[in-house]
T-cell receptor
Framework: AQSVSQHNHHVILSEAASLELGCNYS??????LFWYVQYPGQHLQLLLKYFSGDPLVKGIKGFEAEFIKSKFSFNLRKPSVQWSDTAEYFC????????????FGQGTELSVKP | GAGVSQSPSNKVTEKGKDVELRCDPISGHTALYWYRQSLGQGLEFLIYFQGNSAPDKSGLPSDRFSAERTGGSVSTLTIQRTQQEDSAVYLC?????????????FGSGTRLTVV
């Protein structure tokens, strides 16, 4: 069965620090990859997605993610975090043969200290 | 409507009672998904609808859980004989069509507490 693993449950950073959140998935076929964000008290929003092409994907608010097929990874990065990035981040995978079903990781809570 | 609407936003129920959770997707969205978010865990897929049929209901945890969708629009998730482990946030999402996870819009969820 497919699974998604996020390495960090809770990350605490100071403003301007660099961020990298790990995400690994287990599925041998073609996948589409996503990062979602959930700000406190708000619903889930799409941060970025990878379907094909350039493995380095840029999303909203300065976030980017790199798909490394050989490592089954899709890590999220941001060079300099802001207090407003405090949120929970979810990695998700969709396999091409499973309709629109997404398999989510456990989530990583990011706390940014001002 | 403009977004995915879920009701109620909060529900407290006694163990053993039945509950119904409602999802009103974006108008015209053919695909509808239910997920469950438990404390400290990620989102767990429950079921998805294409129109009124459910091609994938593999995530329903037990036969106490059922869902239906009528008129290709509103969906209801029913939990019978609720247990404390059913306590979670139940999220609904819709998309124009069920391909590749495209264009998901999530609702705000229903927080279910079983006491």
């Amino acid at each position: 069965a497919q699974s998604v693993s996020q390495h960090n449950h809770h990350v605490i950073l100071s403003e301007a620090a660099s961020l990298e959140l790990g995400c690994n998935y287990s599925y041998g076929g073609t996948v589409n990859l996503f990062w979602y964000v959930q700000y406190p008290g708000q619903h889930l929003q799409l941060l970025l997605k990878y379907f094909s092409g350039d493995p380095l994907v840029k999303g909203i608010k300065g976030f980017e993610a790199e798909f490394i097929k050989s490592k089954f990874s899709f890590n999220l990065r941001k060079p300099s975090v802001q207090w407003s990035d405090t949120a929970e981040y979810f990695c998700a995978v969709n396999a091409n043969n499973q309709g629109g079903k997404l398999i989510f990781g456990q989530g990583t809570e990011l706390s940014v200290k001002p | 409507g403009a977004g995915v609407s879920q009701s109620p936003s909060n529900k407290v129920t006694e163990k053993g009672k039945d509950v119904e959770l409602r999802c009103d997707p974006i108008s015209g969205h053919t695909a509808l998904y239910w997920y469950r978010q438990s404390l400290g865990q990620g989102l767990e897929f429950l079921i998805y609808f294409q129109g009124n049929s459910a091609p994938d209901k593999s995530g329903l945890p037990s036969d106490r859980f059922s869902a239906e969708r009528t008129g290709g629009s509103v969906s209801t998730l029913t939990i019978q004989r609720t247990q404390q482990e059913d306590s979670a946030v139940y999220l609904c999402a819709s998309s124009l069509y069920p391909g590749q996870g495209l264009g998901y819009t999530f609702g705000s969820g229903t927080r279910l507490t079983v006491v």
